[in-house]
């Protein structure tokens, strides 16, 4: 069964600054991956789909890269709405199956 | 725009069957294209995926659900529902619905969610 590591499990940041969040999967992933956001009480948010494309309306400031294993989201400059936790997410084709990482849970420092 | 929404009894006894309903307006269910999923989220934890349904009427579900969980369509009401049975204080959760492509750009993406309904499994 794949798992889907994130680190670190909180990351506390100035706003304005930068902030690198971490995805390994536990073998190769043999698709892209995807990440969300999600704020106390609502629904998770796709922010990136295909490792890298961000979804439709989501500022150019976050953005997503990897391959194989190790995956990261990266925010160039942290606004206060962007404290949250995030989720990366993978999908296996057989068996159908789709797993999220753990989270991290972004905060201001 | 697609939006869902989830509705359910909110409180379930242990060893009870959990009914949870999923409303779409915006889209068809019966249109080719997409899953329409279920995901729970224990308080305080992350994200775990139950199981989907295509238009077609295929379904696939998380095995670490040991087949207790059963997910239908409604063509006529544009609804899909989810059965979980023998529930446990375990099976308490914020329950989500969402749809997800089969291909496109964001195939196998959580595109849209539902905002959740609390499950409790109380006596």
């Known amino acids: 069964e794949l798992v889907m590591t994130q680190s670190p499990a909180t990351l506390s940041v100035s706003p304005g600054d930068r902030a690198t969040l971490s995805c390994r999967a536990s073998?190769?992933?043999?698709?892209?991956i995807a990440w969300y956001q999600q704020k106390p009480g609502q629904a998770p948010r796709l922010l990136i789909y295909?490792?890298?494309t961000r979804a439709t309306g989501i500022p150019a400031r976050f953005s997503g890269s990897g391959s194989g294993t190790e995956f990261t989201l990266t925010i160039s400059s942290l606004q206060s709405e962007d404290f949250a936790v995030y989720y990366c997410?993978?999908?296996?084709?057989?068996?159908?199956?789709?797993?999220f990482g753990q989270g991290t849970k972004l905060e201001i420092k | 725009q697609v939006q869902l929404q989830e509705s359910g009894p909110g409180l379930v006894k242990p060893s009870q069957t959990l009914s949870l309903t999923c409303s779409v307006s915006?889209?068809?269910?019966?249109?080719?294209?997409?899953?329409w999923s279920w995901i729970r989220q224990p308080a305080g934890r992350g994200l775990e995926w139950i199981g989907r349904?295509?238009?077609?009427?295929?379904?696939n579900y998380n095995s670490s659900l040991k087949s207790r969980a059963t997910i239908s369509l409604d063509a006529s009401k544009n609804q899909f529902s989810l059965k979980l049975s023998s529930v446990t204080a375990a099976d308490t959760a914020l329950y989500f619905c969402?749809?997800?492509?089969?291909?496109?750009?964001?195939?196998?993406?959580?595109?849209?969610w539902g905002r959740g309904t609390h499950i409790t499994v109380s006596s």
């Open positions: 997410q993978q999908y296996n084709n057989w068996p159908p199956w789709y797993t």
């Open positions: 073998q190769s992933v043999p698709s892209n």
């Open positions: 295909a490792t890298s």
């Open positions: 915006g889209a068809s269910i019966t249109t080719g294209g997409f899953f």
């Open positions: 349904i295509h238009s077609s009427g295929n379904t």
């Open positions: 969402a749809r997800v492509p089969v291909g496109g750009d964001t195939w196998a993406t959580f595109e849209y």
